[in-house]
Nanobody, 129 residues
Framework: VQLQASGGGLVQPGGSLRLSCAASGFILDFYEIAWFRQAPGKEREGVSCSSSSAGSTYYADSVKGRFTISRDNAKNTVYLQMNSLKPEDTADYYC???????????????????????WGQGTLVTVSS
């Protein structure tokens, strides 16, 4: 079971990047997925969640309207499209997954890093001019 994150890099403020998270060894459609990020000297924070059981997506206020999470079940991959990037978006970005339950998850569970069993290795996003 593995998550492989990619797509990070250096981008100017206002630019865009698309992060990918490819799953192997399990079917992402049966999992709740999230992107977290951690900036130097700061705690890990949730950026966006995709609930397979609820069929819904969720965003942190800081990225709402700028970031979009999506799934491609055929490719077993989750994406995070990031537009209008700001210097404060600079961080290591991690994708994470946990097995979905029989019913819709509690929102707080989706946003809690400790809920997730599987983590990608992180991909660095640097927003700077």
């Amino acid at each position: 079971v593995q998550l492989q994150a990619s797509g990070g890099g250096l981008v100017q403020p206002g630019g865009s990047l698309r992060l990918s998270c490819a799953a192997s060894g399990f079917i992402l459609d049966f999992y709740e997925i999230a992107w977290f990020r951690q900036a130097p000297g700061k705690e890990r924070e949730g950026v966006s969640c995709s609930s397979s059981s609820a069929g819904s997506t969720y965003y942190a206020d800081s990225v709402k309207g700028r970031f979009t999470i999506s799934r491609d079940n055929a490719k077993n991959t989750v994406y995070l499209q990031m537009n209008s990037l700001k210097p404060e978006d600079t961080a290591d970005y991690y994708c994470a997954a946990y097995t979905r339950g029989p019913s819709m998850p509690i929102l707080s569970t989706l946003w809690r890093a400790s809920s997730y069993d599987y983590w990608g290795q992180g991909t660095l996003v640097t927003v700077s001019s």
